[in-house]
């Protein structure tokens, strides 16, 4: 984007996207719940239709990538884990360590995340998974790409609260080897995960 | 669900709930691309929650499920990869041939699966190959779960149109092993995985 993006306009759009995202995760969530009738569904529908040409009626051509601000935040509004401004993503909140060897989100799942009845989609963890594993590998202003990544089930995933904690194992040169898991409610590990990120080597 | 589903049933909610939930997927993307400015999204933010009012005046309490109608035909309409009711499912349209060993699915991917910016995200290629692998695996009425799943990432995938495509390697009793590709809209393999389902033993 061509256009500077100042802190004033970072709050201004937090504050303005940040709920009406908030709202939508909700609309996503009834939509698969609702027992209303046909009318009052096509009452709605009507609604999102309005509201879905008041934002389309001036759009950014691209998808919105990662953004940096003129005080030099990143910003991955649109990602489909952690986008602030992405309705898909949960979303993710993952706190790290200073040293950014570890990393851990918690987080509630609901109906829209389902895989088999009143669970979490085994893809939906590996999402997650892939995700904070990755997270352990990045580093400022060098994105790490998932290289391999292997996944353990081994016991069902109920929806609801949820915790996802990854570390680093070692590293060697641009490739984070990392590990962590995904732990249900009761803090039992439901899926384990090995995965080898890697930080392409920076432009010179 | 105590009340049964004729197909009459199932055909009045597609008629409103198909549109209704391809509306919202519209409505995801432009949230994220979005230019207009505060007081439109404001306006949007007000439509999006009157549409969540009336939906959600009456609800299930429970999450989707897998239910099955009068007909005998099976319903995932909340699923996360499938769900025609879950506006965060692309969704998947899986086509299988006859003996249920290979698995095809065409898809377009737009800004709301972003992770780095202008690709795929990793988990969201992860979440895709769960579902189609898994999906070699199902036997009417014997849903399959992962077992292990591994990814092997080959090539950065783009946003836009892609295929998955799964077979099955070999089964032994009820473990079915899978492999499939994530291919993007020239024909090249981005992700490569193989993986473990297991059929739970029928109740007897």
Same mark, same amino acid.
């Given at each position: 984007?061509?256009?500077?993006?100042?802190?004033?306009?970072?709050?201004?759009?937090?504050?303005?996207?940040?709920?009406? =995202?908030?709202?939508?995760r909700?609309l996503i969530d009834?939509t698969? @719940?609702?027992?209303?009738?046909?009318?009052?569904? @096509?009452?709605?529908?009507?609604?999102?239709?309005?509201?879905?040409?008041?934002?389309?009626? @001036?759009?950014?051509?691209?998808?919105?990538?990662?953004?940096?601000?003129?005080?030099?935040? =990143?910003?991955?509004?649109?990602?489909?884990?952690?986008?602030?401004?992405?309705?898909?993503?949960? +979303?993710?909140?993952?706190?790290?360590?200073?040293?950014?060897?570890?990393?851990?989100?918690?987080?509630?799942?609901?109906?829209a995340?389902?895989?088999? +009845?009143?669970?979490?989609?085994?893809?939906?963890?590996?999402?997650?998974?892939?995700?904070?594993?990755?997270?352990?590998?990045?580093?400022?202003?060098?994105?790490?790409?998932?290289?391999?990544?292997?996944? @353990?089930?081994?016991?069902?995933?109920?929806?609801?609260?949820?915790?996802?904690?990854?570390?680093?194992?070692?590293?060697?040169?641009?490739?984070? $080897?990392?590990?962590?898991?995904?732990?249900?409610?009761?803090?039992?590990?439901?899926?384990?995960?090995?995965?080898? $990120?890697?930080? +392409?080597?920076?432009?010179?």
């Open positions: 984007m061509s256009e500077p993006i100042t802190p004033e306009d970072v709050q201004r759009a937090q504050a303005v996207f940040e709920p009406l =995202t908030q709202s939508l909700e009834v698969i @719940r609702s027992r209303v009738d046909e009318s009052e569904v @096509r009452r709605a529908h009507a609604l999102i239709q309005q509201a879905g040409e008041i934002l389309g009626s @001036r759009l950014d051509p691209v998808p919105f990538g990662v953004r940096t601000a003129t005080d030099g935040r =990143t910003l991955p509004w649109g990602n489909v884990a952690i986008g602030m401004r992405n309705a898909i993503a949960p +979303p993710l909140r993952v706190d790290r360590d200073e040293a950014g060897q570890r990393a851990v989100a918690d987080l509630v799942l609901g109906a995340y389902e895989g088999p +009845p009143g669970l979490v989609h085994g893809g939906v963890c590996a999402l997650i998974l892939d995700h904070l594993l990755g997270a352990t590998a990045h580093r400022p202003d060098r994105p790490a790409f998932t290289g391999t990544l292997t996944l @353990r089930y081994v016991a069902p995933t109920p929806l609801g609260r949820l915790r996802v904690e990854a570390w680093v194992e070692r590293e060697d040169g641009g490739k984070t $080897f990392a590990e962590g898991n995904l732990l249900d409610s009761q803090g039992r590990v439901t899926v384990h995960a090995t995965g080898i $990120f890697i930080r +392409p080597v920076a432009k010179t």
